[in-house]
């Protein structure tokens, strides 16, 4: 299950100076520091030489997805209060290592220590093939769960779920982050009305996200666009970002678009900047549809700012910014906002707009597809007939849709529908039909790998259920 979890290659339209690897500055690519609590009863000759040796195999298989530990190191078979070191103000997982028989009257009074301290924070157990150590977790582990404590094993040498795992615990350290925070300029669109915010606002700290306390009005955003001049020096390079890697497409529709247009649409994404820079936003949702009367499209500026590193969703849609963060801190990838069109046997056909051109195999611009205005993205996605993941977070129940799958580019593009088409092909009908009945709302989120195996540890670590009494899933 877990090693269906893939990594994404990338787009073949490589980067532009304007975005020369701009992730490299996102905290999804600095290395973890990971507190660890480490529990060994070994007897006989040779206890410390084996527990260095451990702990050095430990890192090393840590290190391979960027984690640094901080080993505290208990040795006795008593552990009291005092004995244990709180390494966190605020923390998100305990992290123990069972080095061998023995530990597990300690890992209970460690587990019971930490609970008291910080109620509903996961436990998570990690073990190697030596000394007994698997066997202590897995006595630990169901002593935990008759007690209802949150615990989870995790073996070293299953290498899948140890990787799924610390891209989650990464995942959730970059979302928890202080002073990380999404901003919402203009209200949700007034069709989204699974968006509403008095109740969405009180469910954004489960997730792990702050949403700012006060919208940004729209019309701030319109005020620093009408001041960035059209020849500004960083209006030229968005334009060219964009331009200079169009594709022809032959097999879609001839449209010119107004070079005034474009311009106008880059100077949109550089007053998305700017508010990115005033709020210090590290995720945004635009109300678009109100610029329409200014005749400005947002899509060319949430594809710039996907791109840029800064998970963006349109119509004001908190519930897809919220999958599109997450997707962004475990996939370390823009991911692409789309509506779902019709479904057919296996095949879920989804179209927008907004698509990141860094998971563009080839695009061309052309107008938005509902007004005819502006500037719009159409463009095939990479990873033609390869993994990619559709998901969505529903914030009222706090759940996660979530499905691998594959994408087939629509060769075809319709007129009907928004610019950038795809198919979603499920493993079966009855999974297809299955998803779209527990789905929560309209937009939905694709992700180039497979990743449904890490979205849904993310739920089972910390997304508590809003149903009472509900018996938790583990993952092993």
């Not at 963060?325 to 019709?342: G, K, Q, R, T, V």
């Not at 179209?351 to 107008?367: D, E, F, N, S, V």
């Not at 500037?375 to 990873?383: F, P």
């Not at 990619?388 to 691998?404: G, K, M, P, Q, Y």
Request: proline share 4%; aromatic share 8%.
């Amino acid at each position: 299950f877990f090693c269906l979890l893939r990594r994404p290659p990338k787009s073949p339209l490589g980067r532009s100076s304007a975005a020369s690897d701009v992730y490299k500055r996102q905290d999804i690519y600095n290395m973890m520091k990971a507190s660890i609590a480490v529990f060994s009863r070994m007897l006989g000759g040779g206890k410390s030489d084996a527990i260095a040796k451990i702990l050095s195999q430990l890192s090393s298989e840590l290190a391979a997805v960027n984690v640094v530990p901080n080993f505290q190191i208990y040795n006795q078979e008593d552990i009291t209060p005092n004995d244990v070191h709180f390494s966190s103000r605020h923390p998100q997982y305990h992290l123990c290592f069972l080095t061998s028989g023995g530990t597990e009257k300690a890992t209970l009074q460690y587990a019971s220590i930490m609970q008291k301290r910080t109620p509903q924070v996961p436990l998570i157990l990690l073990t190697h093939s030596n000394y007994n150590s698997y066997a202590a977790g897995l006595e630990a582990r169901a002593k935990l769960r008759y007690d209802t404590k949150p615990a989870y094993l995790f073996h070293m040498q299953d290498k899948c779920k140890m990787e799924c795992l610390f891209r989650v615990l990464k995942a959730r350290d970059s979302l928890t982050q202080e002073g990380k925070r999404i901003g919402i300029i203009g209200e949700p669109s007034d069709w989204l009305v699974a968006s509403d915010l008095a109740t969405i606002g009180t469910k954004s700290d489960v997730w792990g996200i702050k949403i700012m306390e006060d919208l940004i009005d729209w019309k701030e955003l319109l005020a620093i666009y009408n001041s960035i001049p059209e020849t500004s020096p960083e209006v030229q390079e968005i334009e060219s970002y964009f331009s200079s890697r169009v594709s022809l497409m032959p097999q879609c529709a001839a449209e010119k678009i107004n070079s005034k247009d474009l311009t106008n649409c880059s100077r949109l994404s550089a007053a998305l900047k700017a508010l990115v820079a005033k709020y210090n936003l590290h995720g945004l949702t635009l109300r678009c549809f109100d610029l329409l009367q200014h005749h400005i499209t947002g899509c060319l500026g949430v594809s710039y700012m996907n791109d840029q590193g800064i998970p963006s969703s349109c119509e004001g849609d908190i519930p897809s910014l919220v999958t599109m963060m997450l997707s962004h801190y475990i996939s370390e990838s823009p991911s692409f906002m789309a509506n779902p069109i019709d479904y057919k046997d296996n095949v879920l056909s989804l179209a927008h707009c907004t698509i990141p051109t860094k998971i563009a195999a080839q695009y061309k611009l052309r107008t938005h597809f509902e007004s005819g205005l502006g500037v719009a993205i159409q463009a095939d996605l990479i990873g033609d007939n390869k993994p990619w993941t559709v998901s969505r977070a529903n914030l009222w129940e706090n759940e996660i849709n979530s499905e691998d799958i594959t994408i087939r580019n629509v060769l075809n593009k319709s007129e009907c529908r928004c610019r950038t088409q795809v198919d979603a092909l499920f493993s079966s009908p009855a999974k297809l039909n299955q998803f779209l009945e527990k789905t929560s709302g309209n937009h939905h989120i694709l992700t180039h790998g497979s990743w449904s195996a890490a979205f849904q540890l993310y739920k089972e670590l910390f997304i508590h259920s809003k149903q009472e009494n509900q018996q938790t899933i583990f993952f092993n």
